[in-house]
């Protein structure tokens, strides 16, 4: 990724190259840390979107410093891209709103649940915010399926947010299944950024809910949301309706639409008993009149 002169000013950035972080954000993980202490006791641990990998090596530094033999630690990186190896991870390559890598991942846990959950994962993004922060919404969704499969009770989920419009509807999403909710801004993410962190505590899913992947994603392998009862209806669907070829109703149509060639004009079934425009009208029918 080529850098302006501009970045390299940026205290972080040059932080993490005198450190040897692959990239600035190790700190926000850091920091967040020194707020929750989200690695105290942590062992095992999934990091989503994890490349470059600064992330997975504060978490390959701090896990191992809970325990005085290495192999209890395990951690498992995804990303979309190819990461650099870093000793004592592992790697799945594969997008996480994927049916098929979410699968990868839970097998990847097979036997044994993690303590830790992290996601900073990020579209690439288009500029237009609501389909930025609609994808974004879609990987903290899809970051929480999986993390409901691997996650133990008590255990905690860290992941991006975009603090857009919707965004509350994703805490109380995320308030269902964990007792503490917390959004945090570290001081290395930037003030210009909607990004902030959101911190869930104690992991602790509704009575009867049972991880499914049956969920209303991007991905249309998920199957048909209609099946989830219960409280495995919590995860609220968002559901677009009507065909693609239906007027969007945010577009202004000339009279004649396609395929007609004269208009028509239809008297209104129901005539507005006060209209809004009733003054502009008796003003017209009486300039009519005096002519
Ligand atoms: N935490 C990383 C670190 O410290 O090095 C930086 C993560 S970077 C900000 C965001 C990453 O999200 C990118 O590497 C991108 O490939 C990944 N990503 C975006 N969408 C993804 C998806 N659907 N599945 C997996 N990874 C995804």
Not at 242 to 263: E, I, K, R
Request: with cysteine; aromatic share 10%.
């Amino acid at each position: 990724m080529g850098k302006t002169s501009k970045d390299k000013r940026d205290i972080y950035y040059r932080l993490a190259k005198e450190e040897g972080w692959r990239a600035r954000s190790a700190f926000k993980l850091l920091q967040i840390n020194e707020e929750y202490d989200i690695f105290n006791g942590v062992l095992r641990a999934v990091d989503l979107c994890a490349a470059p990998g600064s992330w997975s090596q504060v978490l390959t530094k701090k896990l191992k410093e809970n325990t005085t033999n290495a192999d209890d630690v395990k951690i498992v990186a995804v990303d979309l891209q190819a990461m650099a190896a870093l000793p004592g991870v592992k790697q799945i390559q594969g997008d996480i709103t994927k049916l098929s890598t979410a699968h990868e991942i839970i097998k990847e846990f097979e036997g044994f649940k993690a303590d830790l959950v992290v996601c900073d994962g990020a579209p690439d993004v288009t500029g237009l915010h609501d389909i930025d922060e609609y994808v974004q919404s879609q990987l903290l969704l899809a970051a929480l399926n999986i993390t409901t499969h691997v996650l133990k009770n008590g255990g905690v989920f860290v992941a991006k947010i975009f603090r857009g419009k919707d965004a509350t509807l994703l805490y109380s999403q995320l308030k269902q299944f964990f007792e503490l909710v917390t959004v945090s801004k570290p001081r290395s993410s930037r003030n210009s950024s909607i990004e902030a962190f959101v911190v869930c505590q104690n992991y602790n899913p509704p009575s009867g809910f049972v991880p499914t992947m049956i969920n209303p994603l991007l991905d249309h392998q998920y199957c048909d949301f209609n099946q989830l009862t219960g409280p495995n209806r919590f995860i609220v669907p968002f559901n677009v309706c009507g065909d693609l070829s239906a007027y969007d109703s945010d577009t202004s149509y000339p009279l004649l639409l396609d395929g007609q060639t004269t208009y028509e004009y239809k008297e209104p079934i129901q005539k507005p008993i006060d209209p809004p425009y009733k003054n502009i009208l008796e003003k017209t029918k009486n300039m009519q009149l005096n002519k």
